[in-house]
């Protein structure tokens, strides 16, 4: 398997602009979590989906944010505007929910610059 | 929700030598996973290890292992001949059975290991 691909790796933008951030999670996966990643805040976590619905968006910053799962192989989050302190790591993650299967797998990781 | 601590922020072992990374953890849960990840300056997020709570043995991989204190709630990560490839921060995770299959995360300890 190839793993959670995360899209793009990096990203710089500038204040006011729309972006998108994609993830491919690992085929049979049915969790997918969104996290942000900052020297300040640490691991956050946004949002997280079971089987393509939305579970806890408890996380999510505010209303420039949203993210979607319209199927079982492809999600997005969506930042807009967008304001330099959205700057961070994004990383897309996934697991099985089966019992004793356990781990998260994360992507690379998306590094979003807003100036 | 569950909270995960990990009260070393920095900490620095020589070449050769072996540490200990601390983690405590609040769960009214009985049966639950573990995990250690390690995060080097790549930003890749790796599983080192893990841990099921029903397990009484501790795991192993490795060089490293886990000291798992169930009634205490801690899980420590001891990385035995440390090597420069070791340097990255680790971060300590926990996952419910009952809670609906989130991650928490601690906030991480960043490893230094010293030629």
């Known amino acids: 398997d190839a793993g959670v691909i995360q899209s793009p790796r990096h990203e710089v933008t500038e204040m006011g602009q729309e972006v998108t951030l994609r993830c491919k999670p690992i085929?049979?996966?049915?969790?997918l979590f969104w996290y942000r990643q900052t020297m300040m805040r640490g691991l956050e976590l946004l949002i997280y989906?079971?089987?393509?619905?939305?579970?806890?968006d408890s996380g999510m910053p505010e209303d420039r944010f949203s993210a979607k799962m319209p199927n079982a192989s492809f999600s997005t989050l969506k930042i807009q505007p967008s304001e330099p302190r959205d700057s961070a790591v994004y990383f897309c993650?996934?697991?099985?929910?089966?019992?004793?299967?356990?781990?998260?797998?994360f992507g690379e990781g998306s590094r979003l610059t807003v100036l | 929700a569950q909270t995960v601590t990990q009260s070393q922020p920095e900490m620095s072992v020589q070449e050769a030598e072996t540490v200990t990374l601390s983690c405590t953890y609040d769960?009214?849960?009985?049966?639950?996973?573990l995990f250690w990840y390690k995060q080097p300056p790549s930003r890749q997020m790796i599983l080192v290890i893990r841990?099921?709570?029903?397990?009484?043995q501790n795991a192993t991989e490795n060089r490293f292992s886990v000291n798992f204190q169930k009634a205490a709630k801690s899980f420590s990560l001891k990385i035995s001949d440390s090597q420069l490839g070791d340097a990255a921060m680790y971060f300590c995770?926990?996952?419910?059975?009952?809670?609906?299959?989130?991650?928490?995360f601690g906030t991480g300890t960043s490893l230094t290991v010293i030629p």
């Open positions: 995770a926990y996952r419910g059975s009952n809670t609906g299959n989130q991650f928490y």
């Open positions: 841990q099921e709570a029903y397990k009484q």
């Open positions: 085929s049979g996966h049915d969790y």
């Open positions: 989906f079971n089987n393509n619905v939305p579970i806890d």
């Open positions: 769960t009214s849960e009985s049966d639950y996973y």
């Open positions: 993650a996934t697991s099985s929910g089966r019992a004793g299967a356990g781990e998260l797998f």
